[in-house]
């Protein structure tokens, strides 16, 4: 498993601890590709940046999403 997904399955990004702990980045989609590959789309709730993070196997990437002028995507 690759780094961010270790993070991602952390019950909190930022440091903290237990059900009462804030998390920085919130999955607002996620797709099943195949057996061993897939995406997410998370949002950075401190920036309000979209991100997309995909994964096949144990390798994986993440970019920000981006609009048709180059910019991050905020909504």
């Known amino acids: 498993m690759d780094i961010f ?3 991602i399955r952390k019950k909190s ?6 059900k ?3 998390k920085r980045f919130e999955v ?3 797709e099943k590709i195949g057996a061993l590959s ?4 998370l949002v950075d709730k401190e920036t309000g940046v ?3 993070y995909s994964w096949y196997g144990e390798s ?3 970019t920000p999403l981006l609009d048709k002028e ?6």
């Open 5 to 7: 997904s270790k993070l």
């Open 13 to 18: 990004i930022n440091g903290g601890a237990g």
């Open 28 to 30: 607002i989609h996620k």
């Open 60 to 62: 994986g990437g993440i």
């Open 50 to 52: 979209q991100y997309l």
């Open 70 to 75: 180059g910019k991050p995507i905020v909504p």
């Open 20 to 22: 009462n702990s804030n």
């Open 38 to 41: 897939g995406c997410k789309v």
